[in-house]
């Protein structure tokens, strides 16, 4: 529904009409007329057309934090490419001195929590 504003009290074409419902007086009111073939009036108040418009706001903030956040993960999942033999091996042996380095008493070991807080 595509909508304009305008600020008055009521709107010309809704006066009298039945179903319509008009702003009480002292009520700051916006009309939004519905731009679709059929057309008409709703009256909003002022303070309730702040606050949709407030959370349309942080909706449309949290969606477009949503779609980057996809399309980081998109492009890291692109860029990320498997490790070559000589990775893992390399890795492997690294692991293994490690080993040898702790149980020697030269390095300290770590316990598994600490190990999964680095990952």
């Known amino acids: 529904m595509k909508t304009t ?11 009298g009409k039945k179903g319509t419902a008009l702003p009480s ?21 002022s303070a309730e057309l702040k606050e949709i418009l407030r959370q349309l706001t942080d909706l449309r903030q949290l969606v477009e934090e949503a779609l980057i956040q ?17 990775e893992i091996l390399a890795g492997i042996a690294e692991g293994y001195k490690e080993a040898q380095l702790i149980l020697a008493g030269k390095l300290e070991s770590k316990s598994l929590t600490q190990f999964l807080n680095e990952l």
Do not use: F
């Open 70 to 86: 996809e399309a980081l993960i998109q492009k890291n999942l692109i860029q990320e490419q498997e490790p070559t033999k000589e």
């Open 25 to 45: 007086k002292g009520m700051r009111a916006v009309a939004l007329k519905d731009l679709s073939p059929k057309g008409g009036y709703v009256v909003v108040p």
């Open 5 to 15: 504003t305008s600020r008055t009290k009521t709107p010309k074409n809704t006066k």
